[in-house]
């Protein structure tokens, strides 16, 4: 079946700097990708819609120039949280849609990643 | 603005026994999602309910979708220790643009004891 796959899936960097993770869709193409955050023992929240081509939609409340998000390719998203502080420390996981709008649509998660800003 | 509202937020089972978790949401939607989360890894899809009526059974587990009391149900058969975990109930919108832009239910965290 269909895979999202998620790289890196745990990453630990100092207050201040960039990460960047990538979500992949393995072997479909997802012209849209959504991510979320999680912090601990919470829900996920939708952080933004990334649309492949064109900028990504943010969610109310959270900041595009904090995190950003790159769809290049119709198989790549890309969240990159710039100058990370330990507030930002989450799992944040992206999913994609394959076939949207029909009959046989599915949603996939990717594994996630922990992400610890020190 | 679409809201989720599941419960129990915690539950502690009894092995054997069975029980219900809840999932109410506040606007139309024919399209919502069970998953399971064990600590510190991504969401399992347990059930995609796609219309009214819908009733899906997996093993020990089953959902159903009422979408004119905007209600679904996980119900879990003889609660066994591998069905400890967080269930999150999650709602697609009725909207083609919006598809896959899940809002999420708060969780429920199930311990299952002997």
């Known amino acids: 079946g269909a895979v999202v796959s998620q790289h890196p899936s745990r990453v630990i960097c100092k207050s201040g700097t960039s990460v960047k993770i990538e979500c992949r869709s393995l072997d479909f193409q997802a012209t849209t990708m959504f991510w979320y955050r999680q912090f601990p023992k919470q829900s996920l929240m939708l952080m933004a819609t990334s649309n492949e081509g064109s900028k990504a939609t943010y969610e109310q409340g959270v900041e595009k120039d904090k995190f950003l998000i790159n769809h290049a390719s119709l198989t790549l998203s890309t969240l990159t949280v710039t100058s990370a502080h330990p507030e930002d420390s989450s799992f944040y996981i992206c999913?994609?849609?394959?076939?949207?709008?029909?009959?046989?649509?599915?949603?996939?998660f990717g594994s996630g990643t922990q992400l610890s800003v020190l | 603005e679409l809201k989720v509202e599941q419960n129990p937020l915690f539950l502690s089972m009894q092995e054997g026994k069975n029980y219900t978790i809840y999932c109410n949401y506040s606007?139309?939607?024919?399209?919502l999602y069970w998953y399971r989360q064990d600590p510190g890894k991504s969401l399992e899809s347990l059930f995609v309910l796609l219309s009214n009526g819908a009733v899906k059974q997996e093993g020990r587990l089953m959902a159903s979708l009422d979408t004119k009391a905007r209600l679904s149900t996980l119900h879990i058969t003889a609660a066994v220790h591998d069905l400890s975990a967080t269930y999150f109930c999650?709602?697609?919108?009725?909207?083609?643009?919006?598809?896959?832009?899940?809002?999420f239910g708060a969780g429920t965290q199930v311990v299952v004891t002997p």
């Open positions: 606007t139309t939607s024919d399209r």
């Open positions: 999650a709602v697609d919108p009725k909207s083609t643009d919006s598809w896959g832009k899940l809002q």
């Open positions: 999913s994609a849609r394959d076939r949207p709008g029909q009959t046989n649509e599915k949603l996939f």
